[in-house]
């Protein structure tokens, strides 16, 4: 049954991101549907710390490269629970901004990589859809601040250095709501 098939290991993310990867809260990212190869990369980079995480770099720590694998595999097969956004409405700047970017800005849209339903072009490119708008908002300022500074991450530092903070946060809510 379901619950036998639950990591050990997994116990320890229950806390923070929820037993079945599905935060309910909006610090916390939603882990659970989310593709493999990307959350094992994230694993990864923060033990490598070129993904700047204090809170999650003790837990990775303690984890080996065997450990990750099951993880990863482990919360991308639990399906993914979306949270209500407060304003996503069609015509919403979120929304504009998500599938056609800001052109006078330089900004592309995200739907380009992210896809149009959110779901992720790629496996190097991370499903947003149903994201919390709150932890949504952290990661493009933190690859506008260099935390987040992997190879990949080059896009999105790219693109969130030519968004403000009303932008980020537009684009956000619309996300929560895909
Ligand atoms: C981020 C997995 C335990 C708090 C992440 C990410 C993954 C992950 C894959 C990146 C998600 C993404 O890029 O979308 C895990 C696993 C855990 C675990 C497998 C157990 C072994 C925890 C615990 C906490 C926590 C116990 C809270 C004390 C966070 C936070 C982030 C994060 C705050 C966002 C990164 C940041 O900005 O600091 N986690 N996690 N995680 N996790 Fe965990
Ligand atoms: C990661 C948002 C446009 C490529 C992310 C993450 C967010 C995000 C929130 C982190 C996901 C997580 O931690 O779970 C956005 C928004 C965009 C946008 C709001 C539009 C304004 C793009 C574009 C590209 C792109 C145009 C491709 C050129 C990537 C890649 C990652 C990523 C490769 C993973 C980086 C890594 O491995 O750390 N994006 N994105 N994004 N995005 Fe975007």
Do not use: W
Not at 22 to 36: C, D, E, T, Y
Request: proline share 8%.
């Amino acid at each position: 049954d379901v619950v036998s098939n639950v990591p050990a290991q997994a116990q320890i993310c229950a806390g923070c991101h929820g037993p079945d990867g599905n935060s309910l809260v909006p610090m916390f990212p939603k882990i659970a549907g989310q593709h493999p190869e990307y959350l094992e990369k994230q694993l990864k980079n923060i033990k490598e710390n070129v993904r700047v995480s204090p809170v999650m770099a003790g837990i990775v720590a303690t984890l080996n490269d065997e450990d990750m694998t099951i993880l990863a595999t482990h919360f991308a097969e639990q399906p993914a629970r979306p949270t209500p956004s407060v304003s996503n409405g069609p015509g919403s700047i979120g929304e504009k901004i998500f599938q056609t970017g800001i052109p006078g800005a330089g900004v592309p849209a995200c739907a380009s990589c992210h896809g149009a339903n959110g779901q992720g072009i790629a496996p190097g490119f991370p499903r947003l859809a149903g994201q919390h708008a709150n932890y949504v908002t952290t990661q493009v300022q933190a690859f506008r601040d260099d935390q987040r500074k992997n190879d990949a991450a080059k896009m999105m530092r790219m693109v969130a250095a030519k968004m403000t903070d009303a932008d980020i946060a537009a684009v956000a809510d619309y996300i929560q709501g895909l």
